[in-house]
């Protein structure tokens, strides 16, 4: 287990900037910090060695270890609602549709002070006013909507529940099981709504929903529930509604945080940890399939007690980067208890100042938004078949046991809620106990077995070893910056494993090609899902994996399109930028057993390729390696013209038979039968691929993940690591590449 775990405010930050460090205990009485510059986080002992170096900046002494919990769960809090008048007479209604009942209590909409509609334990709907409750005999059922409604009428004394199953024929609506008691109850002022949850007697947000709720709604009336149901049915005639006190309508605003209140009386509220929007509703048949063409068509909002965003921890510390300190990878180490060997590595990247460039001409693109789609990843030890796709028992760790131990942390966008609905949304603001060094993957193959950052660090322990001068820039710059960041660089290096990018992003990397400038990429299946930021919600990024693509999850139908942005969600080679057009490949199997080596095509002697092959023999290169024993693997990419590689690339090497654990990606696999997979396909490959752009810029393309554990094979001297250097040369010179335009391309 780790006896401490903390997290960083960003991932990004520049010279002068604060960054602010929260820390909790899982066993630790106190700790202390320092801040590293990381510079291989590789442990195997056939590798480099694990290297860091120590920044001088006094980040305090010893301090007492506080142990925060993890509050997951998402839901709507409206406050302000102590601005009604006293309310006696009254309706409280939405339309709920559960997609989890597991025993647990669960609120659908809670006014408290006044009247809750929620969930038992059994599943029946229950209404609570005052000290009078009510228990409905109708159950409700997972994936069905239902009408329910809880009013008073102070005249008769009379409270009353109503429950009303959807159907899916459009004929005579429902009719509502209604269940009514006496009660006498005082006119009272709620001081909040709280939807999809409530408060305990602690203040404390519980019994969340796991299901949609949609149109939400309180009336200073008792209302008939086919009444009910007509003003749910159509917003414009809500609005009319005299008696209306608050509708929520969450299709409105729908990228931000904000929930709209449609009547007069204004009362907006939020959402808390980041639930599902521009979900289909209850009126959805399939009518559109985008939420920006009928909005009202998907006015619910899937929550879950999973949904994680802030883990909002108090603050502990702050550190102020050093005005010299030079663009890198840096960690606050914390150490617990005086044990080093359980410190935990708080990562972040520090970025050359935006006012200025550092003078460096070389970048390496710290894939951020991969860190994020992959943080805090569970999925070796809770999905059947793992085994069998890596060939080899999982490894675990104390990492993995972590996470496995405290859920609460919140899940990657590979795995899913407890109600097997995907994870839409990752946060990078809760600890990453995954991007950190020393940390063992089930994903990385024979030998070094790390993933993503770890594996990464392969690159940043070659560029030092080499002694090239470089920066470090992230994700979230490119994003903000685009062309005008990269337009500093003569040469772009991609990490392992660049698989989630933004439009902004993507866009900028090609305008970089196409303007000259040169890209590395040192990896496999690169820029494959199409993900969003938000503007109004920093540090949360959306992944929606729609169609095809190897996915966990679907979004299910009609909630193909990111509520974050409105685009359409899925593979950028859907979105009209397939990563062949980007970088000569695109991605075709996956494996997680043995790496192969590469070999030599006929191209590997034309003359445009000679200076990649400056000290290279063949026939073949990298039949070794840390990543699965050779150069080629884990996930590799192939050139395809008709994705769009350019018809003037060179594929210079190809690997040329893997495993039968290696299989085709479904968007090429159209008719599944036994001949697709590693030793019977010759399209499962990776593919080393050149090619020069128009505007006097170049393309390097490994098309595998295992490319980078191959250069740090023999502490970095070897023939991988030989070629990517001199690929790294040229790419740096300033004389352009020539289009070979002239050879009939």
Partial sequence: MLPIVGYTNKLTAEPGETVDVMVSSFGAKTYSADLRQIIQGDTNPEGPGYKDHLITLDLGGTRTAISKPFKPGSCVIVPGLGALPAIQDFTLAAVVRPTLLDGRRRSIVALPGLAEISIDGDGHLTGQAGDTALVSSVKLSTGHWHVVSLSYDARRELLSLAIARDRDEAS??????????????????????IIAATRGADGELTAFLDGKVDRP?????????????????????????RSLLAAWDFS???????????????????????????????????????????????????????????????????????????????????????????????????RPPRARPSGNTVAFLFPTCSYMAYANHRLGMDVPGTEIGMGRAVELDRHHMFLQNNPGIGFSVYETHD???????????????????????FLGGFGSNIWQFNADTHILGWLDAIGQDHDVITDEDMHADGLTLLQRYNVVITGT??????????????GFTDRGG?????????????????????????????????RPWEPGHGQFYHGFTGEYG???????????????????????????PYVLSENATDP???????????????????????AAGLEVDRADPAQGTPDHALVLASSVRHTDIYLMTPEDLLDPTPDWSGTQADIIRADLTFFETEGGGAVFSTGSIAWAGAMAWNNYDNEVARMTHNVLRRFNEETPFDFPGGQGW
């Fill in 172 to 193: 005579t609506p429902p009719r509502a099981h209604i269940v009514s008691t006496k009660a006498l109850l005082a006119a009272r002022v709620p001081s909040e709504c």
């Fill in 217 to 241: 709604a309180l009336f200073d009336t008792c209302l008939e529930p086919d009444t009910i149901r007509t003003l749910l049915t159509d917003f414009a005639l809500l609005r009319r509604q």
């Fill in 252 to 350: 409105r605003r729908m990228t931000s945080r904000t929930i709209c209140d449609i009547s007069p009386f204004q009362m907006h509220g939020h959402i808390h940890n980041a639930p599902a929007r521009a979900m289909t509703g209850w009126l959805w048949k399939g009518q559109e399939l985008d939420w920006k063409l009928r909005p009202d068509l998907y006015s619910a909002i899937h929550f879950h007690a999973t949904d994680m965003y802030d883990a909002g921890w108090d603050v502990d510390f702050s550190l102020t980067i050093p005005s010299d300190l030079k663009s890198g990878v840096y960690a606050v180490r914390l150490v617990p208890d005086g044990d080093e060997d359980s410190a935990y590595f708080c990562v972040f990247a520090v």
């Fill in 419 to 441: 109600d097997e609905s995907g994870v839409f949304h990752t946060s990078r603001l809760r600890p990453i106990v995954d991007m950190q060094p020393k940390v063992k993957s």
């Fill in 497 to 510: 494993h660049p698989e989630y990018y933004t439009r902004n992003m993507i866009e900028a990397l090609q």
């Fill in 518 to 550: 040169r890209l590395m990429y040192l990896g496999g299946n690169g820029f494959y899902w199409v993900v969003s930021f938000n503007e109004d919600m920093p540090g949360i990024m959306e992944c929606r994996r729609s169609e095809a693509g190897i």
């Fill in 570 to 596: 899925g593979l950028w080679r859907r979105n009209d930028h397939p990563p062949n057009h980007l970088c000569g490949v695109g991605m075709t199997s996956q494996g997680f057993d043995v790496s192969e």
């Fill in 608 to 630: 445009r390729a000679a200076f990649i092959f400056d000290g290279i023999s063949g026939p073949g290169i990298g039949n070794f390696g840390l990543a699965g024993g050779g």
